[in-house]
């Protein structure tokens, strides 16, 4: 298993994904915002952090970078994507996920360890830390996100930091080939760092990439 | 010279500098050399009222590896790996507008450890203000940790601590002091000389504007009064998405070994690096304005020296490699323009397309600042007046609970959460977590922990020792946590040092910061002074903050403060002799006066070295220093941090000779609460004072006894955020 970690200008988590890959066991190499060539990379990360300033709207520009080009036919053909933070951000400015990330709801950055809710109902210790990180669509396009079971991670009881429509933290595509979520788990795969539990994340994106 | 003298002294310079500046030219300087110099010679570049001070301060260490007066300062962590740290002032940008003050306060700071080759790991930062009643306080507050915030968290370095003092003395003239810790492989490290006749001089990053003209010279070395407004054009405007991409840059150019070496351009711009760097190669070093990418094409020369606009590196390249450093430039999409040369000359030649339009001696414009000699003398009295808040007769229980509600004593979660503090991967011991911040180095197979503290109120009841209790509350902090220091930083915040209480103040303090690390060993490797931080009401409380950086095997035995175990014993060790002077509470009472007891560092020393062993050993539960606000506090926060209470009795502090309220609520240095096994313990020569069990705090201290509830001490110390956001007037 081969993971690739996108990198563009102003990426901060972009190092950390890389060694939480590399903790699953797998290899892991970074990714040139300017490179369009995924051969060989069986799996992508678009990490966090301020791509080109996020000085616009959150991924905004990021998306038209030559990587997520790459990324998006890498999506459609099946392969698996997880987005964390901005790369959430960037994956719903590109289409690849429904909705949209707004400013939260104190309007402050905020950085909390908290507990998600996976789909499955497993409880994750996982920090989150963002200024934009509101999931937000309309009524009828969130019920249809969970009719579909594409509620990947909910925030767990009282421990929504942003204001998130019904808790959402997290969310996949119809495939369910491409994730995204606004806490880092890449942030909780040391035990000295505070928990392990993001590790179970990297690992669910790499066997939904192996079913498909 | 009429027309002259008005100029000079618009531009902070004094009419004998003045005098001096023709004597060493042998001729008057024109606008450009006037504005040059005016800038070097300014107390923010030149340190004039501090330097003969600062030599008092012990510099030398077997783990040192940069000392003052190189871009940053940096300890040997093993390995081949040093950390590299410094603490900086950003006062008065941040009294002015405190959104880009301390914003830019963090970016220049970061830019100071990468200068010299290491990657930024974590920042802290220490903060004052007003007491919180006050509009202008909580706008600066807002204003100064949403700064923060946006730099620190859009570079992706990690805010892992700090502390913010909230005190009517700094009502007017906030303080935004930021440190910034790097690693950086030792052989990698560069040092800020130019050197190569012949070598390039190239400017990279951002482009030159006219932000921060006279930031250090109209803004930093005067002082706040009214029209302070019209100072905001000196405050500079942050980037930090230019930062990272220069950040990234530089440190895969001095990888690549592409470099000579690099600096940072920061007081002063391109005056100061170009004349830095030429001063500390013993060079001389041409620029040409012409060639320096501007945001506004009729910038005059004058203007292109002394702008500070943000985010620059200046670097001298050897001619072959030229052009390898612009294409890593453009990978990075950040600017890069050759503007000068390195010569033989020992001038600094201001160039415009090749027209000469300044020339000075290195050695006038870097070195020729006259140093001054203080006029000290010793305040009459307390000078900073009183204010009571709290009842004497409040009961035990209300005066806890204020204290723990005190906004200098308060959970500073509401600012922290506000910030990253676990990007990088490295953060052990998170903010509140444990007395230190504590990162695993894996690079040196080891950890580091790190400190920043300075109570500037005990600072001005008696300059000498409080600053040696500032230094002491750092190495208390580190012990906590397993960690040896290892070195120091520091930013010395006073009022106006032409004035003989400040002088004062600041001649006791460095003697305090000296003696202190003279005897526990820790050497002084950098750091920053800010004076002339006054408003119409006064000097502020002169506030030496101090960093202290120390080393740990291993991070996974750090203790944190929270009580663990219900059943496990409660003790104090250490020489702590509470008293009421100075302390928190003698604030909240209105009856601050001067003096404090002097300080034993021998004995505080010797205290931290058996906690530090007995934290590394795994012996204890928890470990915390006694500060703010008393064992009673300390007692609280750790009981909150835990979720348990305790059943303590203070008899044995009455047996050293504290009254009841004392040995609740006096503070002092040198005292340590810590819990854990009773035989291990025991074994310390601690003191046994409780038990750790239940939801409440049940404290016997004589007449003075109580209860509370662990939920109800953490109501009040969570109230930070509902002051801060408060929308009243």
Known sequence: ?212 | MTVEVAKHRELGLTDSELELIVEKLGREPNDVELAMFSLLWSEHCAYKHSRKLLRRLPTEGERVVMGPGENAGAVDIGGGHAIAFKVESHNHPSAVEPFQGAATGVGGILRDVFAIGARPIAILDSLRFGELDSLRSRHLLDGAVRGIGHYGNSIGVPNVGGEIYFEAAYEHNCLVNAMCLGIAKQADMVRAAAAGVGNVVVLMGASTGRDGIGGASVLASAELGEGDDAKRPTVQIGDPFEESKVLECCLELLEKGLLVSLQDLGAAGLTSSAGEMASAGGVGIDLDVARVPLREADMEPFEIMVSESQERMLAVVEPDKVAAVIALCEKWQTGSAEIGVVTDSGQIRILRDGELVGEMPVEALVDGCPLYDLDPAEPQGWIYGNRATLATDASSEETLLALLASPSIASKRWAFEQYDSVVGSRTVRRPESADAAVLQIPEAGNAIAVSIDGNGRRVACDPYAGTVEAVLECAQNLACVGAEPLGLTNCLNFGNPEKPAPAWQLDQAVSGLAQACEQLGVPVVGGNVSLYNEGPEGPIYPTPVVGMVGELPDPGKACGSAFLGEGDVIALLGPFEPSFAGSELAKLRGELDTGLPRPDIAAVSAACATVRDAVREGKLSSAHDISDGGLACALAESAIAGGLGCQVDLQPLRERGCSPEEALFGEGPGGFLLSGDREALDALGATQIGVVSGGTIEIAAGDRSFTVGVGTAEGARLSLGSQAEYDGT
């Open chain 1, 1 to 212: 298993m081969r993971w690739g970690v996108l990198q563009f200008p102003g990426s901060c988590d972009e190092r950390d994904a890389l060694q939480a890959c590399r903790r699953t066991g797998s290899e892991a190499r970074l990714i040139w915002h300017e490179e369009r060539d995924l051969d060989g990379i069986d799996a992508v990360v678009v990490p966090g952090g301020f791509s080109y300033g996020d000085y616009l709207r959150a991924g905004a520009i990021a998306r038209f970078s030559p990587a997520m080009e790459a990324v998006s036919g890498f999506a459609a053909e099946g392969g698996p994507v997880l987005g964390i933070c901005n790369g959430f951000q960037v994956l719903c400015e590109a289409g690849l996920l429904p909705g949209a990330l707004l400013l939260n709801e104190s309007m402050r950055f905020t950085c909390r360890q908290l507990d998600l809710i996976a789909a499955g109902g497993e409880r994750l210790s996982i920090p989150a830390k963002h200024g934009e990180g509101r999931y937000f669509a309309p009524d009828e396009a969130l019920d249809a996100l969970e009719a579909n079971g594409q509620v990947a991670y909910r925030y767990a009881p009282g421990q929504n930091p942003n204001g998130s429509a019904r808790d959402i933290a997290g969310v996949r595509n119809e495939a369910g080939n491409v994730v995204g979520l606004m806490p880092h788990p890449e942030h909780a795969v040391d035990p000295l760092t505070g928990s392990t539990d993001g590790l179970r994340v990297f690992e669910a994106v790499a066997a939904a990439g192996t079913a498909a």
